[in-house]
Structure formats: structure tokens, C-alpha cells
């Protein structure tokens, strides 16, 4: 049976903000399939902060998106069609060809994902990489021993939403996030367990932080950069540990950002600020899916979605979550009226 996939298409390079002329939604005829692929009827798909790098035609850690074809990027389904005998019909499979409505995937590039566990699109949150990063910054980059005081920046998103929950678990014994507005702090302290929430939007951050840290900051997780990274310097104790996981308040700046200028503090108090990329993690996922599936299954870990409707609706949530559109998890549901 053959199928009409939408799909959406680079269409232009930003330069600076991106906007929906940077996109394409066009119709294909999706291929027949070849020996050991199977045919996946996307049903959620992932848009995240990271994609706003590869739009650049710059050399990165991956390559960028090309002009004139399809993006990429985490997605779930269904398999309604096989070649392969590793992957039937009917499985729930994540894989990395989203931004389509129907995917050829090779067999060996799926994950085969249990929706007994949890719902099909938390593989893409709290139990795909987002999560994950939340637990490898926390256990490995910049380890929460207990009794520390962590700092955790964008937390009302996907990542920080999780590492909030997650430092405690972990030991930590005071939790603050930074977030845009009021709407979001307070939903950073009462429905995801923080301690308290600074609104970065509302005065200067040294001093928000400076009162919600009195004694300092022991692990900061960075997803922001910029101000937020400076004063996390400022705030960081003796021996401080800082993961640099993202710098969303860079990614749509033209031409170089300037570092923190406090650098020196690190040296001073000898702080350790480590880069990371999940994908060097994805060994720990098995011991995180078990860990983060038993939280959620006792309630303990909290999670939100933000969803949108539809394939023609995927630009909208990813500049939405560059400008901070999405509370948890932004996604996109693409079966809805199929
Ligand atoms: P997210 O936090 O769900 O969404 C991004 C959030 O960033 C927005 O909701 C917005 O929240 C905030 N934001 C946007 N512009 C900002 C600014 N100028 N200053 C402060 N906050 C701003 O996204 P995510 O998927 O969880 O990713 C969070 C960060 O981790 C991103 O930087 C991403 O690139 C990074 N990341 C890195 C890795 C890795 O392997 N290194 C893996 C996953 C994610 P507000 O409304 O609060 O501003």
C-alpha cells in the first residue's frame, strides 16, 4: 500500500532569530521499503533547542540540516510495514527521522521502546534523551553529593525540569531553578519540587540568587549560558561543579558571545566546569530507564508535556521552544485526526 508522507524541509539559513520562511512543508510518495527496514507511522515527534545549530551551515558535533530536505530528529511510532525479523509490525520503535509524518528506517537504526512503561512520547522526554542528560549531568559531570545546594537554569523545560526532581533524589538538600515569568517559577516550586525559583526575567540574577543561595551554590547545570552562567560562577562554593550542557540565550546570536566575566573566580575557587554530549551517555540509559520508570510509576518524578497538533504545526513548537513557548516537554502529536 503506498503512502503520502508530509514532511517539513530546510528552507532557508537564519540568520539570527529563526522564523516560519525558514521552512517547507511538502508531500512525498513514501519509498518501498528495502531488505531489513521497516516503515514507521511517526507519532509523536521531538523538537529540540539543539536543531536551532544545525539550521547554521557551520561545522558542530553534527552535521547541519541541508537546504531543500527533510530535518531530522527524535520521533516514535508504529511500525506498519517490516523486512526485518528484529523489528514486527505493530512494535513501538524511536528513532531519529521526525519531522515527517511516515519514516523508512532501517532496522538496525530503531529502538524497539516498551508503552507498558510509559507512554509512547516519553521516550522523548523524561525517558529519551532529555531525561537522560538531566542524569548524566547529575551523576557524572557534576556529581550531586549530599547535602548540596544545585542550581539548575531553564527548569521549568524538559532537562531541568527532571534534574530538579532528580538532585534530590540524588541527595541534594536545597534544589533552585531559574525560569522565564512567574507562571513558570511557581510551577518550578510546586509542581516540580524545587525549593525555590528565581525569575531571571525580574531583576538581576546575582542578587535573586545571592538571596535564594545564601551559602552558595555547590552544582550549577547550565542550559542557558551568558548572565546565567556568570552568576553561577559568582555564586559557585569552594570546589563547585558546573555542567555546560547548553546555551540557549547564544543560539540565535550573529557572530561570537563573550565569555563569563568572572572566569577568574573559577580559578580562585577552583571549580570544575565540564562539557558534556549525551550521546557519549547512552550507555547509562538501561540504568536510568529502570531508575526514572520506577519514579515515575510511584509518582515521585513529575512530568509535563507541551504539546502541538499536527505536522504543519512542528516550526511553530520549535521556535516556540527557543522563546520559551513550552512548560516540560515540547512536542509535536502527529496522529491527532489521522
Ligand atoms: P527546554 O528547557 O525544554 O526549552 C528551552 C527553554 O529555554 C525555554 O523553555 C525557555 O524557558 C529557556 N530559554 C530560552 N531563551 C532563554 C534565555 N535567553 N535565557 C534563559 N532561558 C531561556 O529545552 P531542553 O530540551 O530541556 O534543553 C535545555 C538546554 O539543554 C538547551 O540549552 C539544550 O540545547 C541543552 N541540551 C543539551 C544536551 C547535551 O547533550 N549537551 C542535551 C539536551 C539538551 P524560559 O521560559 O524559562 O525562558
Known amino acids: 500500500m503506498s503512502h503520502t508522507s508530509r514532511e517539513i524541509r530546510l528552507a532557508a539559513r537564519p ?4 522564523g516560519p520562511e525558514h521552512f517547507d512543508l511538502v508531500a512525498v510518495e513514501v519509498p518501498e521499503l528495502g531488505e531489513g527496514q521497516v516503515l514507521v507511522r511517526n507519532t509523536w515527534m521531538s523538537v529540540d533547542p539543539y536543531m536551532r545549530g544545525r539550521m547554521d551551515d557551520v561545522p558542530s558535533y553534527i552535521p547541519p540540516f541541508e537546504l531543500g530536505v527533510a530535518l531530522e530528529g527524535s520521533a516514535v511510532g508504529e511500525v506498519i510495514a517490516s523486512t526485518s525479523d528484529a523489528v514486527p509490525v ?3 520503535v524511536s528513532h531519529f527521522l521526525g519531522w515527517r509524518e511516515y519514516a523508512v528506517v532501517d532496522a538496525a537504526h530503531v529502538t524497539v521502546v516498551d508503552p507498558a512503561l510509559a507512554a509512547p512520547q ?16 547529575l551523576t557524572d559531570v557534576a556529581p550531586v553529593r549530599p547535602g548540596d545546594v ?8 524538559a532537562v531541568g525540569s527532571v534534574a530538579g526532581q532528580l538532585a534530590r533524589k540524588l541527595g541534594a538538600a536545597r534544589v533552585i531553578g531559574s525560569a522565564g515569568g512567574p507562571v513558570k517559577t ?31 551554590v555547590d552544582v550549577y547545570l547550565d542550559h542557558v549560558g551568558g548572565d546565567h552562567l556568570e552568576a553561577a560562577i559568582g555564586a559557585a562554593r569552594e ?3 558546573i555542567a555546560l550542557i547548553g546555551a540557549i540565550s547564544q543560539y540565535n546570536a550573529v557572530g561570537p558571545v563573550p565569555g563569563p566575566g568572572n572566569l577568574f573566580d573559577a580559578v580562585r575557587k577552583q571549580l570544575t566546569l565540564r562539557g558534556m554530549l549525551v550521546n557519549s551517555y547512552f550507555g547509562l540509559f538501561p540504568e536510568y530507564t529502570a531508575r526514572a520508570a520506577a519514579w515515575l510509576a510511584d509518582g515521585s518524578l513529575r512530568t509535563e508535556e507541551t504539546v502541538l497538533d499536527g505536522i504543519d504545526r512542528a516550526p511553530e513548537a520549535f521556535l516556540g521552544v527557543l522563546r520559551g513557548a513550552n512548560t516540560g516537554k515540547m512536542l509535536v502529536r502527529l496522529d491527532s485526526g489521522r
Do not use: C, I
Open 15 to 18: 540568520v539570527g532569530e529563526p
Open 90 to 92: 505493530g512494535a513501538t
Open 122 to 137: 516519553a521516550y522523548l522526554g523524561v525517558l529519551g534523551t532529555p531525561g537522560l542528560t538531566a542524569y548524566a549531568a
Open 150 to 157: 544545585v542550581f539548575v537554569s531553564a527548569a521549568a523545560g
Open 186 to 216: 511557581r510551577k518550578v516550586v510546586e509542581d516540580f519540587g524545587f525549593d525555590a525559583a528565581v525569575d531571571y526575567r525580574e531583576g538581576a540574577l546575582p542578587a535573586q540568587l545571592a538571596a535564594a543561595a545564601p551559602d552558595g
Open 239 to 241: 570546589g563547585g561543579r
